[in-house]
């Protein structure tokens, strides 16, 4: 069931937007803003140490500076190949939530982590250029093994 949500929350984030017309001319308050962002800063892992073929989960602080809730999908990359994703809900406020995925590392080396936002098509993106930050991981070779 997870996974059925999953495919059609990944479906509705990559599907366009459908254009609405404009009903009215009246002036309004100001319309509410979406603004979920994370930083290169905000990606770390569990355990902190990274081994070889030893499983993690890879953490990511993502947050609203928005005006309004707002909700998505939280993709992760390890070189360019896709983990994992989930989805996330936030309140608007700045206020910080994580959002993790599992993964083993399949060799050791350098590691570039990559995670990105994708919001659900009814919240458009007030600042797009913050919703993808990445950051450099090293795993080390299993000794034991």
């Known amino acids: 069931m997870r996974s059925l949500v999953f495919l059609l929350a990944l479906l509705c984030a990559l599907a366009p937007p459908v254009a609405q017309a404009a009903t009215s001319t009246v002036p309004s308050a ?67 939530e994580d959002a993790w995925v599992g993964w083993t590392p399949k060799a050791p080396g350098l590691h570039t982590i990559r995670v990105e936002i994708v919001n659900d098509t009814e919240f458009p993106e007030a600042t797009p250029a913050n919703n993808t930050a990445s950051a450099p991981f090293t795993v080390l070779g299993d000794i034991d093994n």
Do not use: W
Not at 57 to 68: C, K, L, M, V
């Open 30 to 96: 100001a319309a509410p803003t979406f603004d979920a962002s994370i930083f290169f800063d905000a990606i770390n892992t569990n355990p902190p140490t990274l081994i070889e073929q030893q499983p993690v989960r890879i953490y990511a602080t993502i947050t609203n500076a928005g005006t309004a809730d707002i909700e998505g999908l939280v993709r992760f990359f390890d070189n360019g190949v896709f983990i994992g994703g989930k989805i996330f809900s936030l309140r608007a406020g700045n206020r910080p």
